[in-house]
């Protein structure tokens, strides 16, 4: 039985962007990825206990969702995910509050708002009703959601955005937690284009499959860039992140991962100063990523401001 807490409870997750790796992540190589806390998704459970008032409810304003939580409804993909958390945490037939759920984070951009939703709802849940879930745990059932949300995701979104830190992750393997010994600042620019994560998998997958020798080598060859990375990450040496950057991009523009516009925002990053830039993320639009030493920042993030629908500065630390 679930006690019947009398205030409300607000949590929240931030964004991520893909520093290494994106797609040969999928297939088991490991991958680069950083928390981006300037955006991020907020959950609030409001407690609703009286008999009269007893349905669960989701109220989701940003995508025009007022919806209960009950059988009728599940078609919907955030009641369908809202639901899987509540069986997962073994409180369907108890829970009778509302959970209203903003975000700041844009869908379908790369920036891993379907996992920053669903952490920032378990975590809510997890204050409200004392479940005690360890990060690890909460982790664990955000990944559940992203398999019904993307299909096959490699579980590097649920891991950064649950853990809130720069991590090396690779499918089967232990996390490794990374930190920089100098700030690193970087720009995310969104180019417009929404491209969904469970299109662009699908997309990478179908091309790998017609083509496994060139994907292959291309994500044998992401995969020392990954390694050298994070030498790289965990020395702070800005030239060399952003030469494997670089890398990084040339190969996912050449497996067709790239838009002309992401591309155009990569060139323009590294026409301003930015000492390497890369699409970050899903692909096929989304957002991009550039590495920038201090004195250059702000002449790459007003050039870039100029054609991105979005750009942001973030530091990691
Ligand atoms: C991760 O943000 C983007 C992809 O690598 C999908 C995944 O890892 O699940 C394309």
């Known amino acids: 039985m679930v006690n019947c807490p009398v205030t409300s409870t607000t949590s929240t997750a931030p964004a991520k962007f893909i520093l290494f790796g994106e797609h040969a992540v999928v297939y088991g190589y490991p991958s ?16 609703h206990c009286s008999p009269q008032n007893n349905h669960s409810r989701i109220i989701a304003p940003d995508i025009n969702l007022v ?23 073994n409180i369907t037939s108890t829970f009778k509050d509302s959970i209203h759920v903003v975000s700041d ?18 975590k809510a849940l997890n204050d409200h009703l004392n479940l005690n879930l360890t990060t690890e745990q909460i982790n664990k059932f955000v990944y ?12 590097v979104d649920n891991t ?6 720069p991590i090396l992750y690779q499918k089967d393997y232990p996390t490794e937690a990374l930190s920089p010994p100098v700030p690193l600042l970087f720009i995310v620019a969104n180019s417009g284009t929404p491209s969904s994560t469970f299109n662009s998998i699908n997309k990478f997958t ?7 020798r ?33 890398q990084n991009h040339e190969i996912l523009d050449a497996l067709g991962v790239t ?35 201090k004195e250059h920042y702000q002449e790459v993030s007003s050039a870039l401001a100029k054609i991105s629908s979005h750009t942001i500065i973030t530091q990691i630390s």
Not at 160 to 165: F, N, P
Request: hydrophobic letters at 35%; charged letters at 15%.
């Open 206 to 212: 179908k091309n790998y499959k017609n083509n496994k």
């Open 144 to 155: 559940e959601t992203e398999v019904i949300q993307h299909g096959s995701p490699s579980g």
């Open 32 to 47: 680069i990825a950083c928390p981006l806390l300037q955006l991020k998704s907020t959950a609030k459970i409001t407690p």
């Open 105 to 122: 984070i844009p869908l379908s951009s790369g920036l891993g708002s379907s996992a920053s939703i669903s952490t920032a709802v378990i």
């Open 259 to 293: 838009t002309q516009l992401t591309n155009i925002l990569v060139k323009t990053s590294l026409e301003s100063g930015a000492l390497g830039a890369k699409i970050s993320g899903a692909g096929y639009g989304g957002n991009i990523v550039a590495i920038t030493e």
């Open 214 to 246: 060139v994907y292959d080598t291309a994500m044998q060859n992401i995969t020392e860039i990954v390694r050298e990375g994070k030498n790289a990450f965990n020395s702070g040496d800005y030239k060399l992140l952003g030469q494997l950057m670089n």
């Open 67 to 89: 919806s209960s939580l009950d059988k009728s409804n599940r078609k919907h993909k955030l009641v369908k995910v809202i639901n899987t958390i509540l069986n997962s945490l």
């Open 160 to 165: 950064v955005i649950a853990y809130e830190k």
